[in-house]
């Protein structure tokens, strides 16, 4: 959606789709306005909960059935396991898409971390096509005026111009751009260390995984360290993502800096920087 900043204040019923890269803030944000009549809707949680949740479940599963008396138990149908995620903590989506590496530090081979980068992309593209409905409910159900996407990192790489089109359609895209080198080490060096599982287009992991490899003397996938090559990657994807990110905020949103989303304290400071960036595009 486009707006001047005057159509944006008169706009009853808000709905915004954070995007950028995990660390700039989002979620941040997303919680802030959640305390004032906001849905906040986070596509990792609609993920976890709908599109993977039997995947995640089975992994689970077939990690018990190696115990033999939780196998025994299983078997039995004795005990039940279920997902416990919650939107601030999405750990079991980000242990079912894994690392790729060396299996004796946790690590996944090429063939099982492709099946399950697949799966997150396609419960993703699920995720954000299901925006429209959740305004609906947020509004009709639950009774919020004002609707926040808290989209993954990821969205940029789905190439999929069906899922930004449906978000522009139905909600105002703001870019959340890192714009300082200072800035962006600091992102680099928290995602660095503590490294976690991450969305890689096929395109990009198949051309900086030979480089790696390489760089680092290896011939088998079963022998790089998880977290090593994660920690390495991340500055590439960190790169490679800016530009995608752009692609869409340029035609279709409006983009503020991450130091100014840290400056936000409130709702009024929010809507104040949104209404700043219309105006900027203007």
């Keep these: 959606m486009k707006f001047t900043p005057t159509m944006f204040r008169a706009w009853q019923t808000k709905r915004i789709t954070l995007l950028g890269m995990s660390g700039v803030g989002k979620t941040h944000i997303s919680s802030l306005l959640r305390r004032h009549d906001w849905f906040h809707y986070s596509g990792d949680y609609r993920i976890g909960t709908r599109y993977l949740d039997e995947p995640i479940l089975d992994l689970i599963k077939q990690q018990a059935m190696q115990v033999p008396f939780l196998r025994e138990l299983l078997r039995n149908d004795w005990i039940d396991i279920r997902n416990n995620i919650k939107i601030v903590d999405l750990g079991p989506v980000l242990s079912f898409v894994g690392k790729l590496g060396n299996p004796d530090f946790g690590g996944l081979s090429l063939a099982e971390f492709s099946r399950r980068q697949a799966l997150y992309r396609e419960a993703e593209i699920a995720a954000m096509r299901d925006v429209p409905e959740f305004i609906r409910k947020a509004r009709e159900i639950y009774g919020y005026a004002h609707f926040v996407n808290d989209v993954g990192g990821s969205l940029c790489e789905l190439e999929d111009d069906r899922v930004v089109q449906l978000l522009a359609e139905h909600t105002l895209i703001l870019y959340i751009q890192v714009t300082t080198r200072d800035e962006e080490n600091t992102l ?43 920690r390495w990657v991340f500055p590439r994807l960190f790169h490679a993502r800016v530009p995608r990110y752009q692609a869409i905020a340029e035609p279709h949103g409006y983009t503020v800096t991450s130091r100014e989303i840290a400056q936000v304290r409130c709702e009024a400071d929010f809507l104040d920087l949104v209404e700043a960036a219309i105006a900027r595009s203007q």
């Design 188 to 230: 680099i060096h928290r995602a660095q260390s503590d490294p976690k599982p991450l969305y890689y287009r096929p395109a990009f992991l198949a051309e900086n995984l030979p480089i790696y490899m390489a760089e680092r003397g290896l011939e088998y996938v079963a022998q790089i360290e998880p977290d090593d090559f994660t």
